[in-house]
């Protein structure tokens, strides 16, 4: 059997090209001229087809790793330093800042650039333009930590154990952490039960540190699935490997069924017919914080590989890849910052599907957010004008091909609409969905999760099988 690595990394045709890495033209320029007409789909008036990557936001790819031959004299120094424990939430946004999905971002946000991004949901650059920017990415610390810093101008970070240094902090900026302007801004709600608040917020300390980042070295997290996760700087370097003149982007934070398999191949065809020759796509499970009853990473990532494995999806075709960022599950706002991520990890065109970011209301029984208004706001976010959005297609169990298929509405009495919770009272229940709703590997995976729940002891959720190697 084929390793999982080397089918989410395969390279059908090697080339000379990993030595430019750092190039961002592909192939030379070509266009393809489309009808006058409004595009089925995007965001803007007129897509052209040409084949180079997409620059990331500002023009440069940040990334914020020492490098290797200064990270011993920079972690002697981080050890004088004052210091700030971590979160394993901080941690990850380390990580995001170190790699560069969120340039230009130096570092955790200073004051004007948290108030930009509250209010404005973008940063000005110094030329003017503007940038998508639309979660806050700050750090906070308490009054005792504050004292402990006092005038220093630098600070270290160190690891949620509060033993390994992580980063430090330069040209620093304390400033108040106004928790409900935060939370109201970002969710539109106060509501009690939103799991990041809950996780993050609501016991963090009242102020915020923002400045320059060093961090010391990669950020791992010795999981086994280290090697998934691509950096943007990678990434770029895999779509140049693959010859790839498109990458569309697809975020979720579930397992894969048949009708997303349906949107991304669907969405491939529709791009070679608009010209593209080899369009990428690059499947990008989100792998930071999620709420409790969502599927962990690890069962995720190993149902995932049996999607490939079943050919449901093509390996020659897709690159997967772990996008490291903490899950806020805050709709219209918190949608703009994964596309505007995958921007800097070399998309072009990002899908987005049925209320995205989204969840229930914590507590009316209703949804927290419009199902479209995700998409929406794709389509008019300012600093997103570059990325092509395309609006999810609606899919559903065809009961007359015994498969998924796109909902035809000529028709709605042929159609079952098999929904998450649906999905995941099948698999509790060990009970198997419709032939063809999701690959028979894929749904065994699912099972086991949910097996592993109710046999496990002390609430303790059991790995997986180890991922193949």
């Not at 397992?255 to 017919?273: C, E, I, Q, S």
């Not at 593209?276 to 499947?283: D, H, Q, R, S």
């Not at 703009?336 to 995958?342: E, I, M, N, S």
Request: with cysteine.
């Amino acid at each position: 059997m084929a390793s999982m690595a080397s089918l989410f990394t395969k390279t059908p045709k090697p080339t000379n090209s990993l030595s430019k890495a750092t190039q961002t033209q592909f192939l030379p320029s070509f266009h393809v001229s489309l009808p006058s007409k409004k595009p089925r789909f995007g965001n803007q008036n007129r897509l052209q087809v040409k084949s180079e990557l997409i620059s990331p936001d500002g023009g440069k790819l940040v990334q914020l790793v020492v490098e290797e031959d200064l990270r011993r004299e920079k972690k002697r120094e981080s050890f004088e330093l004052p210091r700030i424990k971590l979160s394993t939430i901080d941690l990850q946004w380390v990580h995001i800042l170190s790699e560069g999905w969120a340039s230009p971002l130096s570092g955790f946000m200073r004051e004007n650039e948290f108030l930009q991004t509250l209010h404005f949901n973008s940063l000005r650059l110094h030329d003017g333009s503007f940038v998508n920017m639309s979660v806050p990415i700050v750090l906070a610390i308490d009054d005792v930590a504050r004292n402990r810093i006092g005038d220093s101008n630098r600070v270290a970070l160190f690891d949620p154990n509060g033993v390994e240094p992580v980063a430090i902090i330069n040209d620093i900026q304390v400033y108040r952490h106004n928790k409900e302007e935060r939370v109201a801004r970002t969710w539109g709600t106060t509501a009690p039960g939103l799991p990041y608040v809950e996780e993050t917020i609501a016991n963090a300390g009242d102020w915020l540190i923002g400045g320059d980042l060093e961090v010391l070295e990669p950020i791992k997290y010795n999981d086994g699935l280290d090697r998934f996760r691509l950096s943007p700087a990678k990434l770029r370097e895999e779509f140049l490997k693959r010859d790839a003149d498109a990458v569309f982007a697809f975020q979720l934070r579930n397992p894969v069924h048949n009708g997303h398999a349906l949107l991304m191949t669907d969405t491939r065809r529709r791009l070679l017919d608009m010209g593209y020759k080899n369009p990428i796509l690059l499947l990008n499970p989100l792998g930071g914080f999620t709420k409790a009853d969502d599927v962990p990473l690890h069962w995720r990532m190993k149902q995932h590989e049996k999607v490939l494995e079943d050919g449901v999806l093509d390996p020659e075709t897709t690159v997967v890849s772990i996008f490291p960022s903490p899950m806020h599950y805050a709709g219209p706002t918190e949608v703009q910052w994964h596309a505007k991520a995958r921007i800097n990890a070399g998309a072009n065109f990002y899908i987005v599907g049925r209320d995205p970011a989204g969840m229930g209301h914590p507590v009316e029984k209703r949804d927290l957010y419009d199902a479209d208004h995700g998409k929406r706001v794709l389509g008019m976010a300012p600093g997103l004008e570059r990325l092509n959005i395309l609006p999810f297609k609606v899919a559903a169990y065809d009961t007359t091909q015994g498969k998924m298929a796109f909902f035809d509405p000529s028709r709605p009495q042929d159609f079952v609409f098999i929904s998450g919770t649906k999905m995941r009272t099948l698999a509790k229940n060990k009970e198997n969905p419709p032939d063809g709703f999701m690959c028979p590997g894929g749904w065994k995976v699912l099972v086991d999760y949910y097996d592993s729940l109710v046999s496990s002891e002390n609430g303790k959720i059991p790995q997986p099988a180890a991922v193949a190697v």
